[in-house]
């Protein structure tokens, strides 16, 4: 630790501060100079780039914040790690099943994420699982027929279903999920049509609950899945067409972000139990799909915390594997194929959300001057508690000044006070606040009501970026995800900031971050530095944000950046795409963008016969609304 002199504060400081090494899970460090950086392991060794670095390529490419990062290595590797993991456990256990991952396309829908997905993917057959018509589409035209499995949930009309049947020709394996009574039939009926025998699994509702932020997705009430009469009602029906051969998987899903171990096991267990009946039932049984729920420890305590988790990977495989061994070998079943449908866990490190931070709003002014005899009385009254503040009469000072400076506003609005001593009234308050708030931090005996107090007085950090665009779940769920200066780390910071983003609504904030003692309402920053970018990332933000984010102030996608890092500590610009421009957005929102541009041009014509601007000034005004049109719905350098 530090001792006497100057506080000397290194990168590893920061590390602590934020927890980076917590949540980063190897892929995210800090550099001797104080940069973030991304880690890639390569067989000859361990790479670091530095993200300040990348946002240089960026700069000098001309594209503008904000950015999402995406990190292709990263992505790869949580593929790798998912089926290696699973590989291990099995061969450890004498298993004597295979594993088969399939990724769930609503959770990352972009076309450079499925294609990387089985692209890479494909060496393990690691597949996908489409949820709707639209999400088929893409499983067909992305994965290669005989490479990863495509499995269809949610509900499926005709069409869907004549598709799905007809691939099966092509030799891709799509299993058709049954969720619902009514989709037998439909199922049935195309089959005989099209004279293709269907592969089916069977959607369980688990009694089984679980804890965490989707703990609705489970239990007797969710919304998804068969009854257990429902389930016997389609085995007859099955039976009689002389079709039990075809029901080969048996599927359920218990919510996403599961952060209970205990609870993943007894999802397990239960579904071992449904499992083994229907098999005993006729069921050509082969597969077991766990569905999603591999939770990623966002801030890194590795508590059942619904933000983190209390398991490791391997102890995910391990106990999964371990439990259906345990319950199918006494009933002498063989062991199933065992399918995952692991989303969030897949996707969530390879995007990184990176913004500048345009202005700063700070609570203080300094010492602030003396207050002097012709002020009104309770100023003054102000300025002596100010004077008069001591360990000892902590509440009694905060007591008294709220309520000179309540008397002070109902003065200013009798009209009885001008707006400069209002104004001199704010400072001394702050001042007090920020003084009682100093003593508390630095007392044990923190009078009851006055901790919490420094939050009151943090920074406003205003970012290029919008919360309901880029991090809809933080708005939507309270979801904390790791934020973080990405530079300057061999520099204490000394400001606590909460971050509001571009839109004008007051909901467009983040004011809760991760810390190991539970959240913390402000996140330490530097304070911004005269003619000096200064970037944050939100990390961890590769899983269901992107799509799910909406237009609110016609805030448009961000731009994405695509890299992929070499081995000698090189990277390139895989893709880079442009976000939505304005014209873009509002012709979301049914305005043509070109129409738009006549009707000003009109009224700045009309403004040019009545004389109150020159021909010039027309063209140059009309310049500016078509470069408007043009332009990134964000802050612009
Ligand atoms: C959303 C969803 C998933 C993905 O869950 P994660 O927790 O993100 O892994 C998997 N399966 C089904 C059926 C889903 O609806």
Redesign the pocket.
């Known amino acids: 630790m530090k001792t006497n002199g100057a506080p000397h504060w290194t990168p590893a400081d920061s590390a602590e501060l934020y927890g980076i090494r917590n949540w980063g899970a190897g892929y995210f460090d800090l550099a001797e100079d104080g940069a973030v950086t991304v880690n890639v392991q390569f067989p000859e060794g361990r790479v670091g780039v530095s993200i300040p670095q990348i946002i240089e390529g960026m700069r000098s490419r001309g594209m503008q914040m904000p950015v999402l990062l995406r990190i292709e290595n990263i992505l790869d590797a949580q593929i790798t790690v998912l089926n290696e993991s699973f590989t291990r456990a099995i061969s450890t256990l004498g298993y004597r099943g295979s594993f088969r991952g399939v990724f769930?396309i609503?959770?990352n829908q972009q076309c450079q994420v499925i294609e990387e997905i089985a692209r890479f993917g494909s060496s393990y057959g690691h597949g996908l699982?489409a949820?709707s018509k639209a999400e088929l589409l893409i499983a067909l035209a992305t994965l290669q027929p005989g490479s990863g499995h495509i499995v269809c949930?949610g509900y499926k009309d005709e069409e869907f279903v004549s598709l799905g049947l007809q691939a099966l020709r092509l030799g891709y394996r799509v299993t058709f999920v049954i969720e619902t009574p009514t989709e037998l039939p439909i199922i049935l009926e195309a089959s005989k049509r099209l004279g293709i025998a269907p592969i089916l699994g069977l959607r369980v509702k688990l009694a089984s609950k679980v804890s965490g932020a989707w703990s609705e997705s489970s239990g007797d009430r969710s919304i998804f899945g068969l009854t257990t009469s429902q389930i016997v009602q389609t085995l007859d029906l099955l039976r009689s067409h002389n079709m039990l051969d075809c029901l080969q998987l048996l599927h359920y899903?218990l919510?996403?972000?599961i952060p209970n171990i205990r609870d993943i096991r007894s999802g397990v267990l239960e579904a071992c139990r449904y499992y083994v009946d229907l098999v005993r039932e006729g069921a050509a049984l082969g597969y077991l799909d766990l569905?999603?729920?591999?939770a990623v420890d966002y801030d890194g305590s590795q508590t059942n915390y619904e933000y983190s988790k209390n398991y490791s990977l391997d102890e995910y495989c391990t106990d999964i594997v371990e439990t259906i061994m345990t319950t199918l070998d006494p009933e002498g079943i063989e062991h199933p194929v065992i399918v995952t449908?692991?989303?969030?866990?897949?996707v969530a490190y390879s995007s990184v959300l990176l913004f500048n931070i345009l202005d700063v709003t700070s609570f203080e002014g300094g010492d602030p001057p003396a207050v002097d005899s012709s002020e009104h009385e309770l100023l003054r009254n102000l300025a002596d508690v100010l004077s008069g503040i001591g360990s000892k009469n902590l509440q009694e000072c905060f007591n008294d000044a709220v309520f000179y400076r309540d008397e002070i506003r109902e003065l200013f609005k009798r009209g009885q006070i001008r707006l400069r001593s209002l104004s001199l009234s704010e400072r001394l308050f702050i001042e007090i606040v920020r003084v009682i708030a100093r003593e508390t931090a630095s007392s044990r005996r923190a009078p009851p009501g006055l901790d919490g107090l420094e939050d009151s007085l943090a920074d406003i950090y205003y970012g290029n970026f919008s919360v309901f665009q880029s991090l809809p779940d933080v708005w939507a769920i309270e979801q904390v995800f790791p934020v973080m200066p990405v530079h300057r780390h061999n520099e204490k910071p000394v400001r606590q900031a909460i971050i509001a983003d571009i839109t004008c609504d007051s909901d467009g904030k983040i004011d809760r971050f991760i810390d190991p003692r539970g959240l913390r309402k402000t996140l330490p920053v530097h304070p911004l530095r005269e003619n000096e970018p200064y970037y944050l990332g939100v990390f961890l933000v590769g899983?269901?944000q992107e799509t799910l984010g909406d237009l609110h102030n016609l805030m448009g996608d961000t731009n994405v950046v695509s890299i992929r890092i070499n081995a000698d500590g090189s990277f390139d610009f895989i893709r880079e795409m442009d976000g939505d421009s304005i014209a873009d957005v509002l012709s979301y929102v049914e305005y043509q963008p070109q129409q738009l541009l006549e009707q000003f041009r009109r009224t700045a014509e009309g403004a040019v016969r009545a004389g109150r601007i020159s021909p010039q000034e027309r063209q140059a005004m009309l310049a500016s609304f078509d470069a408007s049109l043009r332009g990134y719905t964000y802050f612009e350098e």
């Open positions: 769930p609503k959770v699982e949820g949930n899903h919510g996403s972000q569905g999603g729920g591999l449908e692991s989303g969030r866990a897949t899983a269901y």
